[in-house]
């Protein structure tokens, strides 16, 4: 091959001149997202821990956009993008999972060097986790009280505390698949209070599971039950976090610390879906 040949082959320089900011900057806004670190002491292992929080908040919100996909295609019978939506939110939550690999080696000594700078800062703060929770069914109206200063986070919750849940759609999908799903009960029960389980649904699932014939819930709740096992190892990565940065002491915030968090940790998600498999 001749040299003229071996020269048009190669890739042409790409264009670099533009008359503003790049196209690339422009759709991302990485300039704004790398600007946004602001530590308050000295200590180096701060910007670790701010930066790995910041990330996780963006994973929460990838994954409400996820769940809130599912859950509008289930209300409109649409299994299969429901279970697309599912499924993206568990590569998702894999990677937020991996998140508390940078902080889950904190010694007690490094994390209370910059602990102070948190103030009454906690996790349970987090409006978008907040809105997590409450499309897994875990709703409270009480977390929405530390938001009354943020007018349009506050809206927000509250439109997300008063709407159905995830998991409401799917007991709603049950009921018109033909099983036996009380109204009364669940259908048309106050959905700003949380889910509690019920041996209607688990009936359901068990028939589903046992092979009626219904091969779209089944795999509905495969990807359900995906779903609840990566939140249960989110709750016991952080647990596991907090016992090795600071043991038992009253956490941030003036939450019991540990204490709650290995609460949160024997709570399963979508109980249903775990307890019907004891009867198939």
């Known amino acids: 091959m001749s040299h003229e040949a071996l020269e048009s082959n190669e890739p042409e320089t790409p264009h670099l001149d533009f008359a503003g900011t790049t196209p690339y900057e422009d759709y991302v806004k990485a300039d704004v997202l790398t600007h946004l670190q602001h530590t308050l002491s000295d200590d180096p292992g701060e910007m670790v821990f701010l930066v790995t ?118 007991v709603r999908l049950l009921g018109r698949r033909g099983y036996p799903i009380p109204a009364a009960e669940l259908v048309e029960r106050d959905i700003s209070l949380p889910y509690t389980s019920s041996p209607a649904v688990e009936a359901a699932w068990t028939a589903v599971y046992s092979g009626d014939g219904d091969a779209d819930l089944a795999r509905l709740g495969e990807a359900l039950t995906d779903v609840a096992e990566l939140v249960w190892r989110w709750r016991n990565d952080h647990l596991v976090a907090t016992r090795r940065a600071m043991g038992a002491k009253p956490g941030t915030g003036g939450s019991a610390g540990v204490a709650w968090l290995e609460k949160r940790a024997r709570k399963n998600v979508f109980p249903e879906l775990w307890t019907a498999r004891s009867h198939v």
Do not use: C
């Open 53 to 170: 929080t910041q990330v996780m908040e963006l994973w929460f919100t990838v994954i409400v956009h996820e769940w809130e996909t599912a859950a509008a295609a289930l209300r409109g019978d649409d299994i299969p993008t429901a279970i697309a939506a599912l499924k993206r939110s568990t590569r998702e939550l894999e990677a937020l999972n991996a998140s508390w690999k940078p902080l889950g080696q904190l010694t007690p000594a490094q994390f209370n060097s910059y602990r102070s700078a948190l103030g009454e800062g906690s996790g349970f703060q987090s409006a978008m986790y907040r809105r997590m929770e409450f499309l897994l069914g875990e709703k409270s109206a009480s977390m929405l009280v530390p938001h009354r200063g943020a007018p349009r986070v506050h809206a927000e919750l509250e439109k997300a505390l008063h709407e159905p849940s995830l998991y409401d759609e799917v």
